[in-house]
């Protein structure tokens, strides 16, 4: 089984966490951000998204979200752990996964990208946007008011 993906990216690592967990035999590779490949036609075809992770199966089975990933490997390795028995408890776990994905995630990466990965050093450069992929510059405007210089006013 091969896990494309970069580990800097929030989605590989819940999948990697999800692979530890259960102890799966694995190969990650890595895809996406600085390492690139993850737009060109071989990788497009596994996920036209173009975004990681990817799973590959050894019988050449595809699959993409990590949210669907976690969900298949934990029910492929009956792990009752990550996919309850119970209907009701499962429904609950998977519920907080999508509001991750599809609420918290959201609000939080702007944030995440404004405040914690804005330093000096960054400034300038240019950064990836976890969430869609598309490149931004990081000019003084990305800076937290505390680090910016203070405006003059005399004219
Ligand atoms: N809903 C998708 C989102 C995937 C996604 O947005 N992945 C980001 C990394 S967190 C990505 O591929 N960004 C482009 C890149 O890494 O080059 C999932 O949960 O798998």
């Known amino acids: 089984m091969k896990i494309w993906g ?3 990216s929030s989605n590989v690592q819940k999948v990697m966490w999800a692979v530890g967990e259960m102890g799966l035999k694995h190969e990650r590779i890595d ?3 600085p390492f690139g490949k993850n737009k060109e036609p071989a990788y497009l075809a596994m996920n036209p998204n173009g975004l990681v992770p990817t799973l590959e199966e050894d019988d050449g089975f595809l699959l993409w979200e990590s949210n669907s990933i976690v969900r298949y490997l934990a029910a492929k390795h009956q792990s009752a752990v990550l996919e309850p028995k ?3 408890t499962r ?3 998977s519920k907080w996964m999508d509001w991750q994905l599809s ?3 959201p609000a939080v990466t702007p944030v995440f990208w404004g405040l914690v990965r804005t330093s000096a050093s960054w400034c300038g450069a240019i950064a990836t946007s976890c969430r869609s992929g598309r490149s ?3 000019s003084s405007a990305g800076t937290p008011p505390s680090r910016r ?3 003059s006013t005399s004219t």
Request: net charge positive; glycine share 14%; no cysteine.
């Open 31 to 33: 895809i996406g951000g």
């Open 149 to 151: 210089a203070p405006r």
């Open 136 to 138: 931004f510059p990081i």
């Open 86 to 88: 119970d209907l009701k």
């Open 91 to 93: 429904a609950l776990a």
């Open 6 to 8: 970069r580990t800097t």
């Open 103 to 105: 609420v918290l995630g």
